[in-house]
């Protein structure tokens, strides 16, 4: 399986009132062909920031270091119809699809559109070939969806849609940030339920961004962490629930509920999470860490390769049997 995604020490600012403002600090992944990677994290840890990165829809004026290649090629250097081709080949599932379709269009104008303008597709093809993508993701009666609004279809329905739409294009690498957070979680799980089987069935790869840790473990075949603008640990997503390398992550596995116990308060991470640009010097997790020394504080660990995997934390080698015994426990 050749590498189809590489990001390397990606860093990015963005303008916020008057001043730069550090979203990213240091990124790096990978993403094999037809493989699903997953990116979970609190809130504000640049889950999103990093997919747009990857997409190059990062707002006007933001500063990006670092590298992020695509087949080889330099996603930053690409221009006019190279960068339209990389966008066609690389498709994003955002996370509230009402937000990013135009609500005074069909659906059909909608899907149709990048068929039409980056594939130079006919009007009659492309209505053809629309119908069926809504078929394949379990939406019948295309024709007549076709002629619809966005405020006619429910949210479960329109996250389909923009599904198809994705579709549309034959991507290879799908970049789907929370894709489900706004539905309800019947609705959730067929939603995903139909991405990963066509994910498997055109052997597209996959950045799956979610808040749900047992959620990417089930669709994902490695799952990376992120935490104050940077990966702190990548792992096998198997292995990462049973013996994870990080605190970080061993903390996120035993804030999750279970059904197997009964409690009266669920486990949380002290603290609050922060952004890149609050982190503290030293490891970013410190403050919020139960296993934290002297020697955390003073270093920015680096990401390093263990067990198959990579980890950021000086510790890492040290904790492992402790970390693992703390999830068992939870479970």
């Known amino acids: 399986m050749g590498t189809l995604l590489e990001v390397e020490h990606l860093a990015a600012r963005l303008p916020v009132e008057g001043e730069l403002r550090t979203v990213l600090h240091d ?4 993403i094999g062909e037809g493989e699903a990677v997953g990116l979970v994290g609190e809130s504000g840890s640049g889950k999103s920031m990093t997919a747009r990165a990857v997409a190059r829809l990062l707002p006007r004026g933001a500063k990006v270091e670092g590298a992020i290649r695509y087949d080889g090629k330099d996603v930053g250097a690409l221009k006019g119809g190279g960068l339209r081709d990389y966008r066609g080949e690389v498709a994003m599932v955002f996370q509230d699809p009402r937000a990013h379709v135009n609500p005074v269009r069909t659906i059909g104008d909608f ?9 130079g597709v006919d009007k009659a093809a492309a209505r053809r070939r629309a119908v069926q993508a809504l078929a394949e993701v379990g939406i019948p009666d295309g024709e007549r969806r076709l002629e619809q609004y966005p405020h006619e279809l429910s949210g479960g329905l329109l996250q389909r849609v923009m599904i198809a739409t994705m579709l549309l294009t034959e991507p290879r690498l799908v970049l789907a940030d929370e894709p489900t957070t706004a539905l309800d979680v019947t609705t959730q799980a067929e939603v995903m339920a139909i991405l990963d089987e066509l994910r498997r069935e055109r052997g597209m790869a996959l950045l799956f961004i979610t808040h ?18 940077q990966i702190v640990e990548t792992r096998e997503s198997a292995k990462l629930h049973d013996d994870p390398l990080h605190p970080y992550t061993a903390s996120l596995a035993t804030a999750r509920p279970t059904i197997d116990a009964s409690v009266h308060r669920l486990t949380a991470i002290p603290g609050r999470p922060v952004s890149a640009f609050e982190a503290p010097e030293g490891c970013a997790f410190a403050p919020r860490c139960a296993h934290v020394r002297d020697a955390c504080r003073a270093v920015r660990p680096p990401l390093e390769p263990l067990d198959g995997g990579q980890v950021r934390c000086i510790r890492a080698e040290e904790l492992r049997g402790t970390l693992a015994a703390e999830v068992a426990h939870h479970g």
């Not at 899907?111 to 594939?119: C, D, G, H, T, W």
């Open 27 to 30: 990124v790096s992944l990978s």
């Open 212 to 229: 749900d840790l047992e959620l990417a473990g089930a669709v994902c075949d490695r799952t990376s962490v992120m935490y104050a603008g």
């Open 111 to 119: 899907m149709m559109e990048a068929l039409r303008s980056l594939r």
